[in-house]
């Protein structure tokens, strides 16, 4: 499906400016921008074209809001239409979903959020969905003078900002985007973490798992060529169809598993009478890599945890060579699955990628069970 990412804030930012690098050129990624009231932070983009970073707000002085949720929101309500014309280069009407990627937390990119949604449901009859980025409990605590946290730096060398109402923020925005999008994907930073790690330092990492997530769910349905089509074709109105279109919170698992691409059949080579048929893979090892993958994406660390891995609607992806993508193993998965989440509606699609050295399996599981963090970050405000 073809999606318009927009990164808000400096955490939204840095991710929509990941998926740029890694996706350049994919069919999915339809358009992107990344907008932030804070001018250094837009600077910092690599990825993301001059011409499509925004900077919105010149009541916060071209900085960042330093938290301030209420400024924030003030904002995003002054400056939702800018925005939206700011997008329109991209031709966004041809998008088939809009992607909010910001972080929860933090002032500029959660306050303006909510109006954006609203501004884009109101111009573009597609669902807009929120990547959204979860505070880790520490970022809410004091620093004291001399402990490690108080002189940790970020990746550009700076100290990060003590963020006291950093949970607050999160709890609020939830609530609002739940009110103004079609569906909600967090990702628990905290859960992520390794021991001793901190969130400056695990960064660039965990960034890299969110864009890996949000390419693997959004870019599966697209085909570059006639090997590439999928059999059985992953669509916007399927992802749409499990995700809902009420708020609701829906997790993502990823798993890969390395393979041998199989050589082709001919011994003469390709092209030269015809294209020849790659070879047979071994049934066995096909069912096995899919087997695998299937129950490591839904079991393995989701980017929020599912309670009791149950869901009211759940979609399943798998991937990978062609000759890998065995018929009967995703039948036998998917029937697995349903089995393991009890939900009522299981969708799936497959996603051929000629030439690919993985077998991979996303599941997406949406009418969870609310998520302990996410209760954690709720009854901050209650």
């Known amino acids: 499906m ?4 927009i990164g808000l804030g400096g955490a939204g930012g840095r991710i929509a400016d990941r998926l740029a690098a890694d996706s350049d050129g994919d069919r999915f990624l339809q358009g992107v921008n990344a907008f932030d009231t804070d001018a250094a932070a837009l600077d910092a983009l690599r990825s993301i074209d001059e011409s499509r ?3 919105f707000g010149d009541a916060a002085g071209g900085g960042g809001l330093d938290g301030d949720l209420h400024a ?3 904002l995003g309500d002054a400056h939702a239409s800018e925005l939206g ?3 329109d280069d991209q031709q966004p009407s041809l998008a088939e979903a809009f992607v909010l990627v910001v972080g929860l937390g933090g002032g500029a990119g959660a306050g303006a959020a909510p109006a954006l949604a609203e501004e884009l449901t109101r111009l573009y009859d597609v669902p807009v969905y929120a990547v959204g980025l979860l505070p880790t409990p520490a970022e809410s605590e004091p620093r004291e003078p001399d402990s490690p946290r108080a002189s940790a730096t970020d990746d550009s060398g700076e100290r990060p900002p003590e963020r006291p109402l950093a949970e607050k923020n999160a709890a609020r925005t939830l609530d609002a985007l739940s ?6 994907f967090p990702f628990d930073n905290a859960e992520w973490l390794r ?4 969130i400056a330092d695990a960064r660039d990492r965990l960034n890299a798992v969110v864009t890996e997530r949000v390419a693997a769910l959004f870019g599966a349905g697209e085909a570059d060529d006639a090997e590439s089509t999928p059999q059985q074709v992953l669509d916007a109105s399927d992802v749409a169809r499990a995700v809902g279109d009420d708020g609701e919170i829906a997790a993502v698992g990823h798993a890969t598993q390395a393979v041998e691409p199989p050589e082709s059949g001919s011994r003469f080579g390709l092209g030269l009478f015809g294209s020849a048929e790659p070879a047979a893979v071994d049934t066995s090892e096909a069912v096995s890599a899919i087997e695998t993958t299937i129950r490591k994406a839904t079991r393995g660390k989701n980017t929020v945890a599912v309670p009791e891995g149950r869901a009211d609607r759940t979609l399943l992806v798998v991937g990978g060579p062609p000759a890998w993508l065995n018929r009967e193993a995703i039948a036998d998965g998917r029937r697995w699955l349903a089995d393991e989440t009890g939900s009522g509606a299981i969708l799936s699609g497959d996603a051929p990628v000629p030439g690919g050295e ?10 969870i ?3 302990p963090r996410i209760r954690e970050i709720r009854e901050s405000i209650a």
């Open 2 to 5: 073809r999606v318009h990412v």
């Open 53 to 55: 970073r925004h900077r």
């Open 72 to 74: 924030a929101r003030r």
């Open 85 to 87: 014309r700011a997008m």
């Open 179 to 184: 009110d103004r999008c079609a569906a909600v």
């Open 195 to 198: 021991p001793g790690e901190g």
């Open 358 to 367: 993985e077998v991979f399996a996303l599941v997406v599981r949406s009418g």
């Open 369 to 371: 069970d609310e998520p």
